[in-house]
């Protein structure tokens, strides 16, 4: 039975598993779904977030067990090293550029996207929680081409979609990119645009962005 991918393309944790599915040539279904606390959503989704995987009508939440189980499931171009201690810093980094990157940025969001405002405490947090998340990613990331080095990884599916939006939504709210001192970033995330999963991922993103903003306004 095809894997269902469920949730919507503007959404970077979406995103990050759909290249995964793309790279390593899963066949997969897109189903829309939008992030909800209905009760049907959370039956699938306990915290209402996307994404969320269908297999056998039974469903996955949250996208890096969702990655780990698709590695399992499916054998062909694995996206994890074979040597424990490499997989373990593969993990490593999708763990720092969640929890130090991605979590941290986040809490720009609703001003950089969404015409909000944040707070002057979050403004002054992120300015100084984000530079050590960068760095400490900057200090695990090899660039060689890729995040853990030659071979395309789960850490690479997660970083093209975090990174841009570090730079994105710093640059809106400071005026500033925060990974401009490491321009080892931004020519990563430029390599990482050529991929044809990665474009077809931006097409899909902008042809799912006007739903998205038309929902978001009727809110
Ligand atoms: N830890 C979750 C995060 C997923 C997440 O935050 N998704 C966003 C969309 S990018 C979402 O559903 N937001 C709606 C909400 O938090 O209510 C994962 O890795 O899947």
């Not at 049907?40 to 996307?50: C, E, L, T």
């Not at 039974?58 to 054998?75: G, K, M, N, P």
């Not at 002057?120 to 990331?141: F, H, I, T, W």
Request: aromatic share 10%; net charge positive.
């Amino acid at each position: 039975m095809t894997l269902k991918l469920c949730g919507f393309a503007v959404s970077n944790y979406y995103n990050k598993v759909k290249m995964q599915l793309l790279e390593k040539g899963v066949p997969f279904e897109e189903v829309l779904v939008w992030a909800s606390q209905d009760e049907g959503h959370r039956a699938r989704s306990p915290r209402g977030k996307v994404p969320y995987i269908e297999v056998d009508g039974r469903a996955l939440a949250e996208s890096s067990v969702i990655a780990e189980y698709v590695e399992e499931a499916y054998a062909q171009n694995p996206l994890l090293p074979r040597d424990p201690f490499e997989r373990a810093k593969v993990r490593e980094l999708v763990v720092f550029l969640e929890l130090h990157v991605e979590l941290v940025a986040r809490r720009l969001y609703r001003e950089a996207f969404f015409g909000g405002k944040i707070s002057d405490e979050a403004r002054a947090e992120v300015e100084k929680e984000l530079p050590r998340g960068l760095s400490a990613l900057v200090q695990l990331a090899r660039f060689a081409p890729y995040l853990a080095g030659p071979t395309l990884t789960l850490a690479d599916c997660a970083a093209a979609q975090h990174l841009p939006l570090v730079t994105m939504a710093t640059k809106r709210v400071y005026g500033r990119d925060f990974a401009e001192p490491y321009p080892q970033i931004a020519q990563y995330v430029k390599a990482m645009n050529q991929r044809p999963a990665a474009q077809r991922i931006a097409a899909d993103r902008k042809e799912n962005a006007q739903l998205y903003a038309e929902k978001t306004a009727r809110k």
